[in-house]
C-alpha cells in the first residue's frame, strides 16, 4: 500500500530526484488554467454584484439558501447548547495553549534619538481587519477557527471576521460558531468557497474588505486567494497536508504508522513519507498500516493518499535522513530516533518539528500552542507558519534636524546625481540654497 524506495543503491541521486518531483507535484492541477478562469469569474461577479453574487454561488454549490450573510447572535448562543460541554472545555485549553505560545513573538515599537539630531526608529502596529476562511464540509476545522483568530488577537488586530460554508439548510456547524465567539471573532458569515475570498478582498453589502485573508481551503479558495492578493495580503498559498518521519530502529511501527496515516485522511493529495535506516522497520510500519486502516472512517481517501504519495525511503543512514528531509522541507516533520533532540540543530527546513515518540502531529494540530497553518510544498525553505508578526506592520520613523541633513546632503545629493534622479538632488539642495 506504501511505496518502498530503496536511496542506499541510489549512487547518482535519481531516484531521490524522482522522489522529490512527485511530491512536488502534488499541486500541480492538470486543469489549472480552467480552474484560474472559473475562479476568476465568480471573483469578479462578487466584486460587481456583491451579496447578490454571494447567494447565487451558495445556492449553486453549497444547495443552500442562506437569507442574511451574517450568523446572528441568537445562532450563535444556540451553538453552546449544542456542542458536548466537554468540548468547550477542551477549546478553552486549546486556546489558552495558543495564546501563551503566541504572546511570547510580541513586538515593540522602539524610537532611537541620538546627540547628531538624527532620531529613527520603528513603529509596530497591528493590521485593523482580518478575514479568516475555515473550510466546513465532512472535516469542519474547528481548530483553524483558534489557530489563526488567537495569533491575530494576540496582534492586537482591531475588527476579525469569518467565513465558512453552511450546511444545506443554511446553518453553520455549532461547533466553529462556538471556537469562532470563544476567540474572539466580531462576525461569522455562512459563506464559503471563492466567493467567499472575494467578498473579504473586495468588500460587499453585509461583509466588509479586509487587509488579510487567512485560512485553508480546498483549490478554488487557494486560487482565489492566489488572485485576489494585492487587493489584500494573504498568509500564504497551502497546498496538500504532509508528514515526514525521520526514525531509526528505536521507533515504535504502531506510532509511526499511525502518524502517517493521520495526515493521509486529509486529502487523497497528501503525502506521508518515513525516512529510515532499518529496513525491518519499513515492513513492520507496512504491516501496522494495513491494520490500522481496517478500522478507520475514511479509509478509501487515505489508501489513496498513500498509494500515490506514500513514501517508506531506506536510506544508508540518519545524516542521510535529515538531507532528504531537508530537500523536501516537509510541512511537519517528526523525529522518532534514540536521541532526537541531537538532531534538531540539523534540521534547515521544517513547517513544525514533533520531536520523540510522544509528540505525534495531532498535539500540534490540537493543543501545544504553536498555530498548525503551516508552509507546504517545500515553501518551508522560506516561509514560516502562521503567527503573530503576519498580522502586524511596520513602519520606518526618520527625523533629522537642519545640521544633521546638512552632513549628509552632499553624499544624498552624490546618490541622486548618479542615479539621473535630479529632482531628488534638487530637494536637497533647495534647503541649503543662501544659507
Known amino acids: 500500500m506504501i511505496n518502498i524506495l530503496d536511496l542506499t543503491k541510489d549512487e547518482d541521486g535519481i531516484r531521490a530526484q524522482e522522489l522529490y518531483k512527485k511530491l512536488a507535484q502534488r499541486t500541480k492541477s492538470r486543469d489549472g488554467a480552467s480552474i484560474i478562469k472559473v475562479v476568476s469569474d465568480i471573483l469578479e461577479n462578487v466584486r460587481v454584484n456583491g451579496d447578490k453574487a454571494l447567494r447565487e454561488y451558495t445556492r449553486i454549490f453549497d444547495n443552500a439558501e442562506i437569507g442574511p450573510a451574517e450568523v446572528s447572535e441568537k445562532e450563535i448562543l444556540a451553538a453552546y447548547s449544542e456542542i458536548e460541554p466537554e468540548l468547550l472545555e477542551t477549546i478553552k485549553r486549546s486556546k489558552q495553549n495558543i495564546w501563551s505560545f503566541h504572546e511570547k513573538q510580541l513586538q515593540n515599537s522602539w524610537i532611537t534619538p541620538k546627540e547628531d539630531g538624527t532620531v529613527l526608529g520603528q513603529l509596530v502596529r497591528p493590521l485593523e481587519k482580518v478575514g479568516l476562511y475555515v473550510p466546513g464540509g465532512t472535516a469542519p476545522l474547528i481548530s483553524s477557527v483558534l489557530m489563526t483568530a488567537v495569533p491575530a488577537k494576540v496582534a492586537g488586530v482591531s475588527r476579525i471576521i469569518m467565513c465558512t460554508p453552511p450546511s444545506r439548510d443554511g446553518s453553520v456547524n455549532p ?183 510522544y509528540s505525534p502531529e495531532p498535539l500540534g494540530d490540537y493543543m501545544a500552542g504553536p498555530s498548525h497553518v503551516l508552509p507546504t510544498s517545500g515553501t518551508a525553505r522560506f516561509s514560516s507558519p502562521v503567527n503573530v508578526d503576519q498580522f502586524i506592520k511596520k513602519s520606518s520613523l526618520i527625523y533629522y534636524n537642519r545640521g544633521a541633513l546638512e552632513r549628509t546632503s552632499q553624499d544624498i545629493i552624490r546618490f541622486a546625481e548618479a542615479e539621473h534622479l535630479d529632482a531628488h538632488a534638487n530637494a536637497i539642495r533647495v534647503r541649503f540654497a543662501g544659507k
Open 175 to 357: 461547533a466553529i460558531l462556538v471556537a469562532a465567539r470563544e476567540a474572539g471573532i466580531d462576525q461569522v458569515f455562512r459563506v464559503g468557497g471563492a466567493q467567499a475570498v472575494g467578498a473579504m478582498a473586495y468588500g460587499t453589502e453585509s461583509i466588509p474588505a479586509v487587509d488579510k485573508i487567512c485560512g485553508p481551503g480546498n483549490v478554488y479558495v487557494s486560487t482565489a486567494k492566489r488572485l485576489i492578493y494585492g487587493d489584500c495580503d494573504i498568509d500564504m498559498f497551502a497546498g496538500p497536508s504532509e508528514i515526514l518521519v525521520i526514525a531509526d530502529s528505536t521507533a515504535k511501527p504502531e506510532y509511526v504508522a499511525a502518524d502517517l496515516l493521520s495526515q493521509a485522511e486529509h486529502d487523497k493529495l497528501a503525502s506521508s513519507v518515513l525516512v529510515t535506516d532499518d529496513p525491518k522497520l519499513i515492513d513492520q510500519v507496512a504491516v501496522q498500516i494495513k491494520e490500522q486502516l481496517s478500522v478507520l472512517s475514511r479509509s478509501s481517501i487515505t489508501e489513496k493518499s498513500l498509494q500515490d504519495f506514500g513514501f517508506a525511503v531506506l536510506v544508508e543512514n540518519i545524516e542521510e535522513a535529515i538531507e532528504v528531509s531537508n530537500n523536501i522541507a516537509p510541512e511537519h516533520l517528526e523525529i522518532c530516533v534514540e536521541e532526537p533532540m541531537s538532531l534538531i540543530g540539523r534540521i534547515r527546513n521544517a513547517g513544525a518539528i514533533f520531536v520523540g515518540n
